[in-house]
């Protein structure tokens, strides 16, 4: 004869290997009712957005029918905990990338407006100015023009630079930070060149 437990009494971690051989989702029903607002306070400590909290466990929740039967747990409030923790983080590092992207766009989309107002954009123009960016570029040390394409021209992150280059999250920030600072004096000066030599022709005529 089967013995009847109350689920309600039960320890996490009977609850847990119960639901290991049965398949049972009562077993997960009632950890979700034990831990719920456990869950929901450890995440509106990171977002501090009460739908957000309440997304979060419920996402957190419904990939326990599977995590539950990939991995051992000993103490599943501290596992639970975790768990809630690097999802949350997950999610913000998520938005902070959205939101640098964003930015990154906005500020480019700025800067070609105002050069739009200033002077009228035609092709002669755009393609002096990028001869002058190559030119700028090849000026700059190997690392720093290698770390300045990768963030600015192919918009990848600080954490996939250091994996393409092998260099240390330090040297990437150092190297793009001098090599803008860099790249834009050597545009000033070849900027200040043409209008240089402009002048010198005007005074030759």
């Given amino acids: 004869m089967t013995k009847i437990f109350d689920i ?10 119960s639901y290991r051989q049965n398949l049972d989702k009562n077993m997960v029903a009632e950890l979700f009712k034990r831990y719920t607002g456990f869950v929901f306070l450890i995440s509106m400590k990171y977002f501090k957005d009460e739908e957000q909290s309440k997304d979060a466990v419920m996402q957190i929740f419904e990939k326990l029918f599977d995590d539950l039967l990939i991995h051992e747990i000993d103490n599943f409030k501290a596992w639970l905990h975790t768990v809630t923790r690097n999802y949350c983080l997950g999610i913000l590092r998520k938005e902070q990338s959205k939101q640098k992207h964003a930015d990154r766009i906005k500020e480019n989309t700025l800067f070609m407006e105002n050069q739009s ?3 009228p954009i035609n092709e002669q123009k755009a393609e002096n100015e990028l001869k002058n960016l190559k030119l700028a570029l090849n000026q700059l040390k190997s690392e720093q023009k290698e770390c300045i394409e990768l963030f600015y021209l192919q918009e990848k992150s600080y954490k996939e630079i250091i994996e393409i280059t092998g260099f240390s999250d330090k040297k990437v920030k150092s190297y793009i930070q001098n090599g803008k600072r860099n790249l834009k004096i050597i545009l000033q000066k070849i900027a200040s060149e043409g209008l240089i030599i402009l002048i010198i022709q005007c005074i030759s005529m």
């Avoid at 309600?8 to 290997?17: A, N, P, Y």
């Fill in 117 to 119: 107002e200033e002077h």
């Fill in 8 to 17: 309600s009494k039960t320890d996490d971690r009977l609850l847990i290997k």
